[in-house]
């Protein structure tokens, strides 16, 4: 059986603002209960968490990783996750795997922008959440300020568990707020928040109130666990002050975490079984396996590695599990316990466990190993494109291959090739983490990419209707070629139902058959009477009108929305040919488009845009100014943040992240999902077909 018991594992991630300190403070976590002997420091590039090239070269954390130690009896795994909102995925899959989530905030610098997203996704992701003041040696502290900024951003509940004594240079201790003594230089007297503290924790707890007013309080077990209590319902957020670069305060923070962070068997887990109804998963040893994969990583040296979660049952090395969504299920070569990038095998994992797993291809983040099935996390949807091409002619295989690896690692990293403009678009949270994932690239997979705006995917469609006819003769020795066809080319909106609109008699009073094309919303009538074009001509002429609804007429767009009626034509009894009858279709096809009123169509997305309240005006004379935007709205986001809805053309929002974040300094956040398309105004178009035209022979 394993050493941990499901309420002796403390899972815990660290997240805040980048710069606050979270990964100084897991290596101080190390070094200080003896797992790691080594010195450690974020600066020097000797960090124990920060090992990638990349992490070392900026100084700063890009994805999560995962230590785990041991501390007064409680076994730790402790995920220090990015700070910087460009690589929120990270923070966000390490919450899926943890029940404590750490806000670290600078005491320097306050409650920054990504300290308010993290403590919104712990609350989203029903983690029981505490506040640590770092970096307390840190210069211009003013700590009365901060703490008010802590309660008007996090609530009243958050309550100070201990009083740094002095701070800066000054910085030499912290007192316990439950257990006061005397202490000169205490920025506050602990004696004055001691009753309230107290107060704040027996009120989780109708019996413990109750008792407490008679006199009675709770001896140091009973207050450990009305803490978690406290901390599982909400109720209460406790605040602790540290410096892990001088260490102060380092050792009450970890018993403080080892006492009050909640244990992993109290959070309820819920999964979909079989039937699609929900289930209560227990955090039983003896029970059936169920475990979800948090984070994939591709190693050049073992490949990939799933790190994961049990949640309940005994996943054991050498054992074939089944995976939700596969048939075969998936076998265990090898389990390990992870420290960092340090892998150390074990034989089994018990609920509440993380471990990490290789050569299981099957496994990708999110993923299930057992007979139910797990929430996904929450992801936000990533918002910066850019078109990418291999810098070197030749790496289009070794590319495609290293992007899907990137994809696979980081779940706000999309790519996907464009078919209507040909270009492969890579798309991530914001350009540093497209750079980030560049240098990634080049330095592992030694492949480098060039990247440029991407083109926007507009479309081609028609206003009115119109007919014409071409012939296509041509004769050069031998058999000529021959074929001439007459259409009627009819707008035809998206939600027009095909047959409703082909069988009306009035309009195709000679309708022999027609056919619709859902991909492009295209509906091809057939009423050609007399045979004047043989029917065998007919599958010809189909494959010219799609080479030009794919390709274009006014810019080399897709063209959709309309209907096509071929209802006369001549053939030749021996020059005529499918050939000759695609060409005729193509140049009818284009000599009636430019009669009927052709238009580019544009993609609309709907936006919706989270910033400060003093910011919303700024953001609705953007939209409407400087975007062609409409606003549709604004709705209450909590914490002093509102959030814009508008309607906007993806074209005037590629770049958007650069101007939000000028406008807000940094402090918004947008989402973008795909509503329509619709005309594009007049001097819009000129200048798109002009561009087109002057960049023809560039491969679209």
């Known amino acids: ?50 090992f990638d090239d990349e992490e070392k070269a900026h100084k ?82 003013e700590f009365d300020k901060l703490i008010d900024s802590i309660h008007s951003v996090f609530g ?6 201990n009083v740094p004594i002095g701070h800066g240079a000054d910085f030499s201790g912290v007192v316990d ?62 605040v602790f002050c540290v410096s892990a670069k001088t260490g102060v305060g380092v050792k009450e923070l970890l018993s403080a975490l080892a006492a009050f962070a909640l244990p992993s068997n109290v959070i309820e887990r819920t999964a979909k079984n079989a039937e699609g109804e929900d289930v209560v998963v227990e955090p039983n040893p003896e029970g059936a396996v169920v475990a979800q994969v948090f984070k994939t990583r591709i190693d050049p040296f073992v490949q990939k590695i799933n790190y994961m979660r049990v949640y309940s049952g005994t996943l054991k090395t ?39 797993v290789t050569k299981t291809e099957e496994l990708k983040t999110c993923g299930t190993l057992g007979e139910v099935e797990m929430p996904t996390f929450a992801f936000p949807t990533p918002m910066v494109g850019l078109a990418a091409f291999p810098k070197s002619r030749g790496d289009e295989a070794k590319v495609s291959i290293a992007l899907g690896k990137l994809a696979e690692e980081d779940s706000t990293f999309k790519v996907e090739r464009n078919d209507q403009t040909k270009q492969l678009v890579i798309t991530g949270m914001s350009e540093l983490h497209l750079q980030i994932l560049q240098e990634r690239l080049k330095r ?40 001439e066809v007459h259409i009627r080319m009819y707008p035809f909106p998206g939600g027009t139902d095909p047959e409703e609109f082909a069988t009306d008699k009035s309009r195709f009073p000679s309708l022999k058959e027609w056919k ?63 050939q000759a009858f695609r060409t005729a279709a193509k140049g009818a096809f284009k000599a009636t488009f430019a009669k009927a009123r052709p238009s580019l169509l544009e993609p609309i997305v709907n936006l919706d845009v989270t910033v400060p309240v003093d910011k919303v005006g700024d953001v609705n004379s953007d939209i409407v100014a400087a975007r062609r935007g409409r606003p549709l709205g604004v709705e209450d986001a909590g914490g002093g943040f509102q959030t814009v809805k508008a309607e906007v053309p993806f074209a005037e929002i590629t770049t958007y992240s650069r101007t939000l974040a000028s406008m807000t300094g940094g402090q918004g956040s947008y989402t973008i999902e795909f509503n329509r398309y619709d005309v594009v105004p007049g001097n819009i178009q000129n200048e798109v077909v002009a561009k087109a035209e002057k960049h023809e022979d560039e491969d679209l």
């Open 1 to 50: 059986m394993s050493k941990y018991t499901p309420e002796n594992i403390r899972n815990i991630v660290l997240c805040g603002h980048g710069g606050s300190g979270k990964t100084t403070l897991a290596d101080a976590f190390l070094n200080v209960t003896g797992t790691v002997k080594r010195p450690a420091s974020v600066d020097d590039g000797t960090s124990i968490c920060d």
């Open 60 to 141: 700063y954390t890009i994805e999560t990783s995962c230590v785990n130690f041991n501390w007064e009896g409680k076994h730790f795994d402790l995920f220090d996750s990015p700070g910087y909102p460009d690589f929120i995925g990270g923070a966000i899959g390490a919450m899926g795997a943890s029940d404590t989530a750490a806000i670290v905030v600078n005491a320097s610098a306050g409650i920054e922008v990504n300290t308010r997203r993290v403590f919104a996704e712990a609350k989203k992701a029903g983690l029981g959440r505490m506040v640590i003041i770092s970096k307390m040696d840190g210069d211009n502290i």
């Open 156 to 161: 009243q509940e958050a309550a100070l568990f």
């Open 177 to 238: 707020v439950l257990n006061p003594t005397e202490a000169a230089g205490a920025l506050i007297d602990p004696n004055d928040l001691h009753e309230s503290l107290i107060e704040s924790i027996v009120s989780v707890d109708d019996a413990a109130m109750e008792r407490y007013f008679e006199g009675e309080l709770p001896n140091a077990e009973e207050m450990a666990k009305l803490i978690a209590k406290g901390v599982k319902d909400e109720v209460l957020i406790p």
């Open 318 to 356: 050498g054992s074939n599990v089944p995976l939700v969504g596969s048939r075969k299920g998936v076998k265990i070569a090898q389990l390990y316990e992870v420290q960092a990038n340090e892998l150390t095998p074990v034989d089994e994992a018990t609920p509440g466990m993380i471990v990490a």
């Open 444 to 483: 592992r997979d030694k492949v480098e990419l060039d990247t440029k705006e991407q083109k926007i995917p507009y479309r081609e469609t028609i206003q009115q209707k119109a007919e014409d006819s071409y012939r296509h003769k041509k004769q050069s020795g031998g058999a000529g070629q021959f074929g």
């Open 516 to 578: 619709y094309f859902p991909e492009n919303n295209f509906l091809w009538v057939d009423s050609v009477v007399g045979g004047s074009i043989p029917a065998n001509f007919m599958p010809a002429i189909e494959k010219g009108f799609k080479d030009c609804m794919e390709n274009g007429v006014l810019a080399g767009y897709q063209v959709q929305d309309l209907c096509i009626e071929v209802h006369f034509g001549k053939y030749h009894p021996v020059d005529s040919n499918e």
